[in-house]
């Protein structure tokens, strides 16, 4: 029998398994990407290596967590997506009082000049203050800004890159701290003291450290993903602050991680096209396999693979599955929730999609589909987190984790454990703990620690 009638005699099921191993990463592979992360990591902290460095390591200024002393009411911006909150906290012995507002970004403002961005989030802010009554108050600010960001102190961050598909003008380059104290300036009718900036994963760490003083490291897995964590001051080669204290935290930036290649041992057709459609081709190639961002449309990739050979839905598609971003990454959660043997959430999805004529093998194989692109995700966390817990060698670390992927997906967490306890050093303890609204929260956090250590 030739080998294309063996081929043709396999079941559909049996196939789509076979096709699916390429989207999985086995433990040998992971600890060579640790072991590429690593090297990445200590070329980012270093002063010789780091304008070259792929994962940046930037500096955050932040050298002091929380320690629950703090109190006063402060606010908070956070800024990361198509929308963005002002939040004000009051603070005081075990009390924490929060409340917030979200407010959309328009698309012509995303894409529009960086002086109308900043003045709309300041009208913004006018305008939370006003409603809650806090319009004549000098109030402090931490600024979470969940963009590549090289800080130059506490208080001045340059933009390296938009992601997340920002692209404002006059703002890459720029000191984004400034910009914002420029158009509140410009209006002349609020007084804010900006006391720090910082992205969601130093936000993230900061929130959870509020809870939990073994909490050293943080990773956001959401639309984006990033991770930071405590470095001695002693390995930051570049850091120029006051000196005196032992410790400092690290934004990674890890979501670049493979933009030189590193990863490509693990790519596979679906990565590069996902990459070649993207705004940012070549860039955040690590982020490209694990954000809510690209999870759902690397699952429609293989879909549509599937369905072409004949393997899903009879060969018959639909307009929107062949239509880029038409699966949606929530749907990765919502079919992963179905229990086993029930495909109620998956008929629901498929029918959304103009695929009301897939049967029940055709639900498993998009089930396995989407199993395996958030396993090999959680795996390649997993393998970020096991490197940076073997790095810092503390013997019992809290990972404080943030992100809609993370929140919603019902067996990231589980993924998670099992595969950081397999690749982390023996005797390192960890325990993962989801992030309460950590880029607010953490953002206030470091406006109040910033006023304590003035104190």
Partial sequence: MRLTEQIDMRQPRDTIREECEVLQINDNQLREIMNRLNKALLLGLGKETHS????????????????????G?????????????????????????????????????MTGTGTALFDHIAECLANFMKEHEVFNERLALGFTFSFPLKQLGLTKGILERWTKGFSCSGVVGEDVVQLLKDAIARRGDISISVMGILNDATGCLMSCAHKKRDARIAVIIGTGSNACYVEKTDNCELFDGPPGKKELLINTEWGAFGDDGALDFIR????????????????????????????????????????????????RGSDLLFERGSFYTKYVSEIESDKPGDYTNCMDILEELGLSHATEADMAGVRHVCECVSRRAAHLVSAGMATLLNKMAEPRVTIGIDGSVYRFHPHFHSLMCEKIAQLANPGIVFDLMLSEDGSGRGAALVAAVACRERC
């Fill in 268 to 315: 596979t057709e679906f990565d590069r096209d996902v990459d070649a459609n993207s705004i940012n081709p070549g860039k955040q190639v690590q982020e490209k396999m694990i954000s809510g961002m690209y999870m759902g449309e690397l699952v429609r990739l293989v879909l549509v693979k599937f369905t072409k050979m004949g393997l899903l839905f009879g060969g």
């Fill in 73 to 109: 009411k402060f606010l908070a911006l956070d800024l990361g997506g198509t929308n963005f909150r002002v939040l004000i906290i009051n603070l005081g012995p075990n009390h924490f009082d929060m409340q917030s507002k979200i407010y959309a970004i328009p698309k012509h403002i």
């Fill in 52 to 71: 070259k460095a792929i994962v940046k390591c930037f500096i955050t200024y932040i050298q002091d967590l929380p320690n629950g002393t703090e109190k």
